[in-house]
């Protein structure tokens, strides 16, 4: 994610993603920003929601420039992802037990957002 001076998030590489559709046929994703191991300041929960598909909880963090978000992907009814409005991370499509850090090295607005379920939508906000 840029800021005003046009810097990006720091981005960690992702050890491993990938999926498979509904049909069995493999899918693959570039995922980039994030690692599937270490621990993050702040924590989200991807969650199911009664009352749509599923959710980030918080949807909104606030965090200090060098700290990290965690995602925890725990909704076992359907895949998400953690998707970066501007692309700086992506979580690749994720299942329940999935877990993917970004440590964010700039003050700024992060908003991101789940390619599969349009109104999952989420902010880290760096101070």
Not at 12 to 23: M, P, Q, T, Y
Not at 88 to 94: A, L, N, Y
């Amino acid at each position: 994610m840029e800021d005003g001076d046009g810097d990006r998030s720091s981005a960690l590489v992702l050890a491993a993603c990938g999926g498979s559709s509904d049909n069995g046929s493999s899918t693959s994703c570039s995922a980039h920003g994030g690692t599937t191991s270490g621990t993050g300041t702040a924590t989200v929960k991807v969650v199911s929601d009664p009352n749509t598909i599923g959710k980030y909880d918080p949807s909104t963090v606030t965090i200090k420039a060098g700290d990290s978000v965690l995602w925890d992907f725990q909704d076992s009814a359907a895949p998400h992802t953690v998707t970066a409005e501007d692309s700086s991370f992506d979580s690749c499509t994720q299942n329940a037990g999935a877990k993917f850090v970004v440590t964010f090295s700039k003050a700024g607005d992060f908003k991101y957002h789940c390619t599969i379920h349009a109104q999952m939508l989420g902010d880290v906000k760096v101070s």
